[in-house]
């Protein structure tokens, strides 16, 4: 591969310090499917990376893709530095792991390895390419997309985990329409309600977010479940599940998005939820509510 052609490569992948990591594996690529090439940075406190960390179970990718945990605090200062750090052994924090490529003390390393002038925050998830030596991606939506499929070239072609598709071409443009408004009004809602600065900003986005789950509650409903489109279980539920089952454990009260829960108030989306986290296999396992409630504790 020449020089100019992999440099434009890797402007796609990643523009400059202030951009994010936007590659995808795909055969034929600077980023093909092989097995333990890639290797996963996560928070299990952090409903985007527990995204990624639900694909990589769902479609059975765990020994295809090692991870590494970083704890769920200090969370650093409001810039973010010096952001998510790794214990000093696996021991330290249950669940916390080293830093399993690097051994390095902090996540922003990691990063500074990829770009050593990066400027943008030190988020997890983060998918790493040991061959390359650089961050793949680090957006959990675009992971979400693609990585149901990136490994299809490597795994068994049989068995529940081969044949899951959880963007199926007949309902993605119901997918779509969803995603947009779930994202802006739930995933992301709680948090400009939870950091609104003002009153009238906390005001109207604690009532987005209830509009949001009012509208869950009825499109589930009107599907006649389990999931949120009926029968087949697409990433619109691993979008909700990341958010909900965190919602009456940290949201209503660390956040004040406390015009109810989803226990006493949304008696279908309750149902979903018990229904994803007991009975489909992945969802209660990369559930850490130790993480979780201990990330916005301290």
């Known amino acids: 591969m020449g020089e100019a052609h992999h440099a434009a490569i890797m402007a796609d992948v990643h523009a400059g310090p202030d951009d994010s990591w936007h ?26 990376a527990h995204r990624v960390l639900l694909v990589r179970s769902l479609r059975r990718l765990e020994s295809l893709i090692d991870v590494s945990v970083v704890m769920p605090y200090p969370k650093g200062d409001d810039r973010g530095w010096p952001g998510w750090r790794f214990p000093a052994s696996n021991d330290v924090y249950s669940g916390a792991t080293v830093d ?3 051994a390095s003390d902090y996540l922003h390393k990691v990063y500074f390895k990829a770009d050593p002038e990066y400027k943008g925050r030190y988020s997890v ?4 390419d040991t061959k390359e030596g650089t ?10 997309r693609w990585l149901p499929t990136a490994f299809d070239d490597v795994l068994p072609r049989e068995g529940s985990a081969s044949e899951l598709d959880l963007y199926p071409t007949h309902l993605r443009s119901d997918i779509d329409a969803i995603t947009k408004w779930m994202q802006r009004d739930l995933n992301s ?23 949001a789950l009012n509208h869950l509650e009825s499109l589930i409903h009107r599907n006649g479940g389990p999931y949120i489109l009926g029968k087949q279980l697409t990433e619109l539920d ?50 850490d509510f130790k993480h979780i409630k201990e990330n916005v504790s301290q």
């Open 23 to 48: 590659g995808v594996i795909q055969s034929g690529t600077q980023f093909p499917p092989e097995p333990g090439r890639y290797h996963l940075y996560v928070g299990l406190f952090c409903p985007f």
């Open 100 to 102: 399993k490529l690097f």
């Open 125 to 128: 998830p983060v998918l790493w």
């Open 135 to 144: 961050i793949v991606n680090n957006e959990s939506a675009e992971l979400l």
């Open 189 to 211: 809602g709680v948090y400009k309600a939870g950091f609104a600065e003002t009153q009238e900003a906390y005001d109207k986005g604690v009532v987005i977010v209830f509009s």
């Open 238 to 287: 691993i979008r909700a599940y990341t958010t909900i089952i965190r919602f009456d454990v940290i949201y209503v009260q660390h956040f004040k998005c406390n015009l109810g829960t989803v226990r006493a108030n949304y008696p279908v989306i309750h149902e979903w939820l018990k229904n994803l986290y007991w009975n489909v296999k992945g969802f209660k396992e990369t559930t």
